[in-house]
């Protein structure tokens, strides 16, 4: 599965090639996807990326669970379709993800295969194409969607809600929080330097296993860490679904990586 995964990743690369390339060159993909036709007649690379989000679905059966549950087919082709949103997405992303929901929550085999891959690709800090503002998008027209239940709407938009809590880019949410020795502080205490956030709970396995794996990697002296034992006003505050949680932030506060696994801590952190 891992190696699967790292797979799909690599769709970021054939994403950007379905903005830019003709139509004869979609074809010849080697994906079972039923990719859409970019019409010649556009040009601009900015028309293309935009066409091919609003049209993006538009040969695919969401009836056919053979095509759905197909990893090169249904799974690819989302895979593909939140990497475009995420690159090209500023101007129709929120009309694409309408388009997309709209055409997905009409049959229930693919409403709930759709809302699981949302969760697996796009709640996981551990997935390659994990972006909150592409997901924001699918949750806010999930929400909004005339198939969704009304008693499921509002869970939508609670999620929404917090997933746009510290958005990559964003200033973080000012914190005051006890540090190790027992002294209170404010993050914006911290703005000079990049700082790195361990919230940790001290009775949780994963928390110490992982701050070893932080002591055995060191991050560069450059980035100020800070163990933050959660609270449940913490909690609440950064939307922290689970411990340990890490942050990685550029100066002035502005996030730079959210609720990242270790690895991806140290890579960003060495750049």
């Known amino acids: 599965m891992k190696d699967f995964i790292q797979h799909l990743f690599l769709s970021r690369v054939l994403a950007i090639a379905l903005a830019l390339l003709s139509a004869d060159s979609l074809l010849a993909q080697d994906t079972d996807f039923p990719y859409p036709s970019v019409p010649d007649t556009l040009r601009k690379p900015e028309a293309r990326a935009d066409y091919l989000l609003l049209h993006y679905w538009d040969n695919f059966d ?139 709970d001290p009775d949780c396995e994963n928390c110490h296993a992982t701050w070893k794996w932080l002591q055995d990697h060191p991050l560069p002296t450059s980035v100020k860490i800070l163990r933050i034992r959660v609270t449940d006003d913490l909690m609440a505050k950064y939307a922290i679904k689970a411990t340990p949680t890490l942050y990685l932030l550029d100066k002035d506060n502005i996030v730079v990586l959210k609720d990242c696994t270790p690895k991806q801590l140290l890579t960003e952190a060495n750049k």
């Open 62 to 200: 969401f009836a056919d669970s053979t095509r759905l549950y197909s990893q090169t087919c249904g799974e690819q082709g989302f895979v593909d379709f939140i990497d475009l949103l995420g690159r090209f997405g500023a101007r129709v992303g929120a009309q694409s993800a309408k388009v997309f929901v709209d055409k997905a929550w009409r049959q229930p085999v693919s409403r709930h295969r759709f809302d699981d891959l949302i969760d697996h690709y796009l709640d996981d800090n551990a997935s390659p194409v994990r972006n909150d503002r592409t997901y924001i998008l699918l949750l806010n027209a999930i929400a909004d969607n005339s198939h969704t239940e009304a008693t499921e709407r509002e869970r939508y938009r609670f999620k929404a809600r917090q997933a746009a809590i510290n958005l990559p880019g964003d200033t973080a949410r000012n914190i005051v929080f006890t540090a190790d020795d027992g002294t209170r502080h404010s993050l914006r205490e911290y703005c000079d330097s990049k700082v790195c956030l361990f919230f940790y």
